[in-house]
C-alpha cells in the first residue's frame, strides 16, 4: 500500500473517531445533570436499544482498530528509515504534540483497555456488575463507584490530558492528509482544532472531578 | 574566532565512522561554512592527514549539494540558508559545532560527511519530467499562464533537491522534496497533461527509496533552506487522491 494511502486511512479513521468523542462526551455530560442518573439512564437506556447504534458499536471498533494497526505499521517503518540516529537529536522547531503522537497514542489505548474492562465487559457479561448495580445494564452506579476511587479518577484526567495533547495535533492533520491546506484557512483550522482539543479533554475531565470533589 | 569541531569521520560506506575533535584558530566571521572547512582541511593536509570530505559544488545556495547537518539543524542555525550561504558570524566565539552527515536509511554514507543521493535521481526519473515538446524560449510566452499560478509554481520549482526535508524529518520523509517537484509540474499547462501519472509514479518510486511515511510534524518546512511550504505536500495528497480516485484506465 502507497504511504499516501497509510495517511488517508489514518486520517478518516482519526476523524471518525473524533466524531465519536463528541458523541460519547455529549451522553458523559449528562452525568452533571445532578437528577441521579436519570437522564444519563435514559441515554444509556436509548443507545442500548437502538439498532443503529449496534451497528455503529462495530464501525467504531473497526476504526480504533484500523487507526492502531495503521499507527503502528508507520512508526515502526519510519524508525527503520533512520537506522543510524543523530547525536545532537533534531532542533527543527515543530510542534511537541506532533513528535508524540505513538508516545500520547500508547496511553490512550492503555486506558481504552481499562475502560473497556470497567464498562464494555460488563455490558457483554465477562466481569460482574459492581456499585450495587441492578443489572449489566445498570451503568449509572458503576460510574459514581468507578470515579470516587481517585486513583482511577486522576488516571482518567491524566488519559485525557493526553487524548487532548494527541488531538490538537491531529485536527489539522488530518485536513493535511486529506490536501485541504490553503493559507486562507489553515490558521482557522489549527484554531478550531486547538478549541476542540480543550473542549474533549476538559469536558471529560470535569466529570470525575465532580464525582470526587463535590458529588 | 577559536572553535572546536566535532565532525563525523567515516572512511567508506563500509566501516564504521566515529566523531573527531578539531580545535581551529582564527576563524574569520566573515568565512562562509564551507571556507571554514577548507580552512580546517588545509591545516590537515599540511600535517599530512585525511581531509574532511563534504559535498559542495555552487557555493551560492542553487545546486542543493553542500547539505550538512550542524548543531541539530540541516544547513545549521539560520533559517532559509544553505550551508554554503552560512557564515561564521552565525557561532559564537569559543563554542563547539557539531557536525553529521544527513541521516537516512535512503541516504547512505560515502564518505565522512558525504551521503549517497541517488535515491532522490530515482524519483525525479520515475516521473519528475515533462514529456511534451515545449519548444524554444520565445514560445514559452505564447503559452498564457496566470501569473498567480506561475509565481506558485516558481515557488516550488526553487526546491534545489537538496535532502534536507529528509535530514529534518523524525521520520526520514521525503514528502517535502517530491510534493515540490510534482506541484511545480501540476500546476502548469505543459505538465498538466502526465499530472495523474507523474504523481503516482513519484510516489510510488519515493516508497520504494525506503523514506519513512510522513506525519505532518512540518519539521521539513522549517528547515528548508528554499522556505518550501508544507502546503505542496497537501497539494500532491489531493493530486494523488484523485489521481487514484478518478484516473481513468485506458486499456
Ligand atoms: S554548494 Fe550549491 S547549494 Fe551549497
Same mark, same amino acid.
Given at each position: 500500500?502507497?504511504?499516501?494511502?497509510?495517511?488517508?486511512?489514518?486520517?478518516?479513521?482519526?476523524?471518525?473517531?473524533?466524531?465519536?468523542?463528541?458523541?460519547?462526551?455529549?451522553?458523559?455530560?449528562?452525568?452533571?445533570?445532578?437528577?441521579?442518573?436519570?437522564?444519563?439512564?435514559?441515554?444509556?437506556?436509548?443507545?442500548?436499544?437502538?439498532?443503529?447504534?449496534?451497528?455503529?458499536?462495530?464501525?467504531?471498533?473497526?476504526?480504533?482498530?484500523?487507526?492502531?494497526?495503521?499507527?503502528?505499521?508507520?512508526?515502526?517503518?519510519?524508525?527503520?528509515?533512520?537506522?543510524?540516529?543523530?547525536?545532537?537529536?533534531?532542533?527543527?522547531?515543530?510542534?511537541?504534540?506532533?513528535?508524540?503522537?505513538?508516545?500520547?497514542?500508547?496511553?490512550?489505548?492503555?486506558?481504552?483497555?481499562?475502560?473497556?474492562?470497567?464498562?464494555?465487559?460488563?455490558?457483554?457479561?465477562?466481569?460482574?456488575?459492581?456499585?450495587?448495580?441492578?443489572?449489566?445494564?445498570?451503568?449509572?452506579?458503576?460510574?459514581?463507584?468507578?470515579?470516587?476511587?481517585?486513583?482511577?479518577?486522576?488516571?482518567?484526567?491524566?488519559?485525557?490530558?493526553?487524548?487532548?495533547?494527541?488531538?490538537?495535533?491531529?485536527?489539522?492533520?488530518?485536513?493535511?492528509?486529506?490536501?485541504?491546506?490553503?493559507?486562507?484557512?489553515?490558521?482557522?483550522?489549527?484554531?478550531?482544532?486547538?478549541?476542540?482539543?480543550?473542549?474533549?479533554?476538559?469536558?471529560?475531565?470535569?466529570?470525575?472531578?465532580?464525582?470526587?470533589?463535590?458529588? | 574566532?577559536?572553535?572546536?569541531?566535532?565532525?563525523?569521520?567515516?572512511?567508506?560506506?563500509?566501516?564504521?565512522?566515529?566523531?573527531?575533535?578539531?580545535?581551529?584558530?582564527?576563524?574569520?566571521?566573515?568565512?562562509?561554512?564551507?571556507?571554514?572547512?577548507?580552512?580546517? &582541511?588545509?591545516?590537515? *593536509?599540511? $600535517?599530512?592527514?585525511?581531509?574532511?570530505? !563534504? +559535498?559542495?559544488?555552487?557555493?551560492? @545556495?542553487?545546486?542543493?549539494?553542500?547539505?550538512?547537518?550542524?548543531?541539530?539543524?540541516?544547513?545549521?542555525?539560520?533559517?532559509?540558508?544553505?550551508?554554503?550561504?552560512?557564515?561564521?558570524?552565525?557561532?559564537?566565539?569559543?563554542?563547539?559545532?557539531?557536525?553529521?552527515?544527513?541521516?537516512?536509511?535512503?541516504?547512505?554514507?560515502?564518505?565522512?560527511?558525504?551521503?549517497?543521493?541517488?535515491?532522490?535521481?530515482?524519483?525525479?526519473?520515475?516521473?519528475?519530467?515533462?514529456?511534451?515538446?515545449?519548444?524554444?524560449?520565445?514560445?514559452? &510566452?505564447?503559452?498564457? *499562464?496566470? $501569473?498567480?499560478?506561475?509565481?506558485?509554481? !516558481? +515557488?516550488?520549482?526553487?526546491?534545489? @533537491?537538496?535532502?534536507?526535508?529528509?535530514?529534518?524529518?523524525?521520520?526520514?520523509?521525503?514528502?517535502?522534496?517530491?510534493?515540490?517537484?510534482?506541484?511545480?509540474?501540476?500546476?502548469?499547462?505543459?505538465?498538466?497533461?502526465?499530472?495523474?501519472?507523474?504523481?503516482?509514479?513519484?510516489?510510488?518510486?519515493?516508497?520504494?527509496?525506503?523514506?519513512?511515511?510522513?506525519?505532518?510534524?512540518?519539521?521539513?518546512?522549517?528547515?528548508?533552506?528554499?522556505?518550501?511550504?508544507?502546503?505542496?505536500?497537501?497539494?500532491?495528497?489531493?493530486?494523488?487522491?484523485?489521481?487514484?480516485?478518478? $484516473?481513468?484506465?485506458?486499456?
Amino acid at each position: 500500500m502507497a504511504s499516501l494511502s497509510h495517511k488517508y486511512i489514518m486520517a478518516a479513521a482519526g476523524v471518525f473517531l473524533m466524531l465519536f468523542l463528541v458523541s460519547h462526551l455529549a451522553t458523559n455530560l449528562l452525568l452533571l445533570a445532578g437528577d441521579g442518573g436519570k437522564s444519563f439512564d435514559n441515554a444509556v437506556e436509548f443507545l442500548l436499544t437502538n439498532p443503529a447504534v449496534k451497528i455503529m458499536e462495530y464501525v467504531l471498533f473497526a476504526g480504533f482498530i484500523i487507526h492502531i494497526i495503521i499507527g503502528l505499521i508507520i512508526e515502526v517503518h519510519n524508525r527503520k528509515s533512520r537506522p543510524v540516529s543523530y547525536h545532537v537529536s533534531v532542533k527543527s522547531d515543530t510542534s511537541a504534540f506532533s513528535k508524540f503522537m505513538i508516545h500520547s497514542g500508547v496511553i490512550i489505548f492503555i486506558f481504552l483497555l481499562v475502560h473497556l474492562y470497567h464498562f464494555f465487559f460488563v455490558k457483554l457479561g465477562l466481569v460482574e456488575p459492581y456499585g450495587g448495580a441492578q443489572s449489566a445494564h445498570d451503568f449509572y452506579p458503576m460510574v459514581v463507584e468507578t470515579f470516587k476511587n481517585p486513583v482511577y479518577s486522576i488516571g482518567y484526567i491524566i488519559s485525557f490530558l493526553f487524548l487532548g495533547f494527541h488531538l490538537k495535533h491531529a485536527f489539522q492533520s488530518a485536513f493535511q492528509s486529506f490536501g485541504l491546506n490553503h493559507d486562507k484557512y489553515m490558521p482557522a483550522i489549527k484554531f478550531v482544532g486547538t478549541v476542540y482539543a480543550l473542549i474533549i479533554a476538559l469536558g471529560f475531565s470535569i466529570i470525575p472531578l465532580y464525582f470526587m470533589l463535590i458529588y | 574566532m577559536n572553535l572546536k569541531l566535532k565532525i563525523w569521520r567515516q572512511k567508506n560506506a563500509a566501516q564504521k565512522g566515529k566523531f573527531e575533535t578539531y580545535s581551529l584558530q582564527e576563524v574569520s566571521p566573515e568565512m562562509s561554512f564551507l571556507q571554514m572547512l577548507d580552512y580546517l &582541511n588545509d591545516q590537515l *593536509i599540511a $600535517k599530512g592527514d585525511e581531509p574532511v570530505h !563534504f +559535498d559542495h559544488d555552487c557555493r551560492e @545556495g542553487i545546486c542543493g549539494s553542500c547539505g550538512l547537518y550542524i548543531n541539530g539543524r540541516p544547513h545549521g542555525p539560520l533559517r532559509n540558508t544553505t550551508t554554503c550561504e552560512l557564515h561564521m558570524r552565525e557561532f559564537k566565539e569559543g563554542s563547539t559545532i557539531v557536525i553529521e552527515p544527513w541521516r537516512s536509511k535512503s541516504f547512505p554514507v560515502i564518505k565522512d560527511l558525504v551521503v549517497d543521493r541517488t535515491a532522490f535521481d530515482k524519483i525525479i526519473q520515475a516521473g519528475g519530467f515533462v514529456n511534451t515538446n515545449t519548444g524554444v524560449a520565445q514560445d514559452a &510566452n505564447t503559452t498564457p *499562464i496566470n $501569473k498567480i499560478v506561475s509565481d506558485r509554481a !516558481f +515557488d516550488a520549482a526553487v526546491c534545489v @533537491g537538496c535532502g534536507a526535508c529528509v535530514a529534518a524529518c523524525k521520520n526520514s520523509s521525503a514528502m517535502l522534496f517530491v510534493a515540490a517537484k510534482v506541484s511545480q509540474m501540476a500546476m502548469l499547462p505543459q505538465g498538466k497533461v502526465e499530472a495523474a501519472d507523474r504523481v503516482e509514479k513519484m510516489v510510488h518510486e519515493m516508497d520504494e527509496q525506503g523514506f519513512g511515511f510522513c506525519s505532518n510534524t512540518y519539521g521539513c518546512e522549517f528547515d528548508c533552506p528554499k522556505g518550501i511550504s508544507v502546503e505542496f505536500i497537501a497539494q500532491m495528497n489531493r493530486e494523488f487522491f484523485s489521481a487514484r480516485v478518478c $484516473k481513468q484506465n485506458h486499456s
